[in-house]
């Protein structure tokens, strides 16, 4: 394995709070040294990154790679490198597969498939087997197989008294859980927010109260039980009142929130003319929702930015759009997507800092990684950006077998140029090693 | 004479005063062609269009049929039962291998919102929905409209009160845009719980009580009830709704003596409108019938740009 001399790069590193011009040697899959004034080994690869922002590998914890089961949809492979492509070194990937990764074997399974891809894949356990939100899953055992947290992501687990006993018990483990709060009776047969729009359209709408109430009913739980419980994919304004008031009691509750929340409203549904690609759960919310999520971001109530990366097949969103499946891909938008907006300064201290941190070690902290930081010993995962580059989003060119994205055409400032995993050049200049 | 410049009609929100002005307006010399003893015009000779109906019908897809027959075209009819639907073809897969015959025009009714979009961006055809969910049926907003503008010989301040299930009604949502942008004054009534979330958007008032909803109105419209509402829970019974909001002749008192009522059909007798008044010299409920027929071969002939007699 050659050593790697990164130099001349400005370093970003929230977790140690660095943010200056230094190199950096690797060896060995180790960060080895980050000083100024270092000189290359003879037998490095020396990458200038004069101009170049140097970051802690980027962690994507909400990911859905479809393998097994669906791997016409997406695979290890293929998700893994459309993650390189986006400067992600790092996936939690959930456990919605077929069969539903509710067991050890499922667990190994990830790992061994990944082993050696383009990115560290690590695998969420279902909360309950088989998603049924029925009985609890060997979150134990599975946790000792190596999986991170638990969810029933996709689902919610609508019988209190099981997330009750499923986050007390993950609590014995030192293990998170990872919530989809949606009341699935509010939300029954809907297929976008509920609002104007969707009365305007005529399509069933999923109202906010749908994911508040949930939402605050976890909280409350988590209050009587202790543990860690994770909110995935935050998209109302209540639900940022409610995890705000929360944190201020001093519970023990993290959040994460979706570029395609940040961004996008339920107009869109409307203004694309009923395209497929804005459907998603939790939905497209309105711009009040929208300037909530940001204001929850800024503040730090949003710990991280996740891509909820739902690939799905073309065919399978080239339908009617009831009969179209839920889900956006993300891995190979959010990166360049989020830079412009540091780079636009549409929001008002939203700092590149600020993003690398959410983006980095605010993953790595919830879901306890190892990673999400640069400095001498940390494993050697590093994302080298470029802040002028002009990307274009364009499906057609991704490493994802998918295809479902409602930003296609957008012209964005910023990329990531290279994705280093493991001391190992994983994406150079967009291209994906073999 | 005019055309219409769009390839598609797939809802009255996004056509103008002006269009539907020229549909009505053409819409009436094809009521005269309706009038004659032998209803056929060579117009649309040569020309070919798909009826498309994934959802059960009757008066609309034989009145799209007759104005067909009238203005000439070929056409030929699917059915849902019948269709790919259920032999999971897609549906832009079923259209385009019927385009690819020759086809110029679709008419379709489904029961997905945004369907007619769908297929309108899947397809060169022109596009006219006959129904989509709960989105929009503006061929039925355009031949209400016709109705009450032979009658009353105008649209602009009158007043039109529709009563019932709004929030999943497309005949409902085609008559509020259109109605509206030919200046009339709009009202609803119903239970809150067959409102549309954020019914302000519509720019109509909601009123729970008809008598208080009627006063000084031209029109009453009824909209049809289905069983499966009451089933999901959004009221109890429909004895209670047509006790609470059935159209009645001692409800409408308040309403102007020379009040038209209206229903889209089919009507469940004694639920939404009593049969009395249904059957009331004030019921144009077969007018509207008729006057479907002429708006859509007014709309066939204003799409396929028919050539001059």
């Not at chain 1, 003319?273 to 929208?290: F, Q």
Request: proline residues 5%; charged residues 25%; glycine residues 8%.
């Amino acid at each position: 394995m050659k050593p790697i001399f990164i130099t001349g790069g400005r370093i970003i590193d929230p977790a140690s709070n660095f943010d200056d011009n230094a190199d950096i040697l690797i060896n060995e899959g180790i960060v080895e040294k980050v000083e100024k004034g270092l000189k290359p080994p003879s037998d490095a690869e020396v990458i200038d990154a004069a101009g170049l922002v140097v970051t802690p590998g980027l962690i994507d914890i909400h990911v859905h790679l479809r393998d097994p089961g669906q791997e016409y949809k997406e695979d290890i492979k293929s998700g893994t490198r459309a993650a390189a492509a986006g400067g992600f070194t790092a996936v939690a990937v959930m456990a919605n597969t077929e069969p539903v990764g509710d067991d050890p074997s499922m667990i190994h399974y990830t790992y061994e498939k990944a082993a050696g891809e383009a990115a560290r894949v690590y695998p969420l356990g279902a909360l309950t087997k088989g998603l049924e939100g029925k009985e609890m899953a060997e979150l134990g055992r599975m946790k000792n197989a190596g999986a991170v947290g638990f969810s029933d992501d996709g689902r919610p687990v609508v019988n209190g008294s099981i997330m009750r006993n499923a986050l007390h018990y993950a609590s014995g483990i030192n293990a998170p859980v990872i919530a989809h709060e949606e009341d699935p009776y509010l939300a029954a047969g809907g297929v976008m927010h509920e609002g104007a729009v969707s009365s305007v359209l005529g399509l069933k709408g999923m109202p906010s109260a749908a994911e508040e109430a949930m939402l605050a009913r976890d909280l409350l739980i988590l209050k009587l039980t202790g543990g860690h419980l994770h909110i995935a994919h935050v998209s109302t304004a209540g639900s940022v009142e409610l995890v705000r008031e929360a944190k201020a009691e001093g519970l023990n509750v993290t959040a994460e929130v979706t570029p395609h929340h940040l961004l996008l409203t339920d107009r869109l549904v409307k203004n694309s003319g009923y395209n497929t690609n804005t459907k998603v759960n939790p939905p497209l919310r309105t711009e009040l929702d929208r300037q909530a999520l940001w204001a929850g971001l800024l503040d730090d109530t949003i710990d991280a930015i996740a891509s909820d990366h739902a690939p799905h097949h073309p065919d399978d969103k080239d339908v009617e759009y009831d009969f179209a499946p839920f889900g956006i891909a993300g891995l190979e938008t959010t990166l360049p997507l989020m830079l412009d907006e540091v780079a636009s300064g549409r929001i008002k201290k939203f700092t590149l800092p600020l993003l690398v941190k959410k983006l980095t070690s605010a993953p790595a902290r919830i879901l306890n990684l190892p990673g999400g930081t640069i400095k001498a010993g940390s494993p050697a995962d590093l994302t080298i950006i470029d802040l002028k580059r002009e990307f274009i989003i364009n499906p057609e060119t991704w490493y994802s077998k998918s295809r479902n994205t409602p930003f296609t055409g957008k012209r964005l400032t910023g990329a990531p140029v290279y994705t280093i995993v493991d001391g190992l050049i994983k994406m150079k200049e967009g291209v994906v090693s073999e | 004479m005019q055309t219409l410049r769009r390839k598609d009609i797939l809802g009255l929100e996004e056509i103008s005063a002006e269009e539907i002005n020229l549909i009505l307006e053409t819409a009436r010399s094809m009521r005269e062609i309706m009038q004659r003893k032998i209803k056929k015009v060579p117009t649309l000779r040569g020309r070919s269009v798909l009826n498309l109906f994934y959802e059960p019908s009757t008066r609309t897809k034989a009145s799209f049929e007759l104005a067909q027959k009238y203005m000439s075209a070929d056409s030929v009819s699917v059915a849902g039962t019948s269709s790919s639907l259920v032999k999971g073809e897609t549906l832009k897969d079923t259209v385009r291998n019927v385009e690819i015959m020759g086809i110029e025009c679709v008419i379709m009714r489904h029961p997905v919102s945004g369907s007619s979009h769908y297929l309108a961006k899947n397809v060169e055809a022109s596009v006219i929905n006959a129904g989509d969910g709960m989105h929009e049926h503006p061929t039925q907003g355009l031949l209400d409209m016709f109705t009450i503008w032979e009658k009353k010989g105008r649209l602009e301040k009158l007043k039109i009160a529709i009563v019932g299930d709004i929030r999943h009604s497309r005949v409902a949502r085609s008559n509020l845009w259109g109605l509206q942008k030919m200046g009339a004054e709009v009202v609803v009534v119903g239970p809150p719980t067959l409102m549309p979330p954020d019914l302000a958007v519509f720019g109509v008032k909601h009123f729970v009580d008809i008598e208080e909803a009627v006063e000084n109105a031209d029109v009453v419209m009824a909209l049809r009830l289905q069983k499966e509402r009451q089933e999901s829970g959004l009221f109890p019974s429909m004895r209670e709704y047509a006790e609470l909001y059935g159209v009645t002749a001692q409800r409408i008192t308040r309403a102007k003596d020379d009040l038209l009522i209206m229903h889209p059909g089919p009507i469940n007798r004694g639920i939404e409108i009593s049969s009395e008044l249904a059957d009331s010299p004030q019921s144009v409920v077969l007018e509207q019938a008729a006057s479907g027929v002429a708006i859509r071969m007014a709309l066939l002939y204003l799409l396929l740009g028919g050539i001059k007699e």
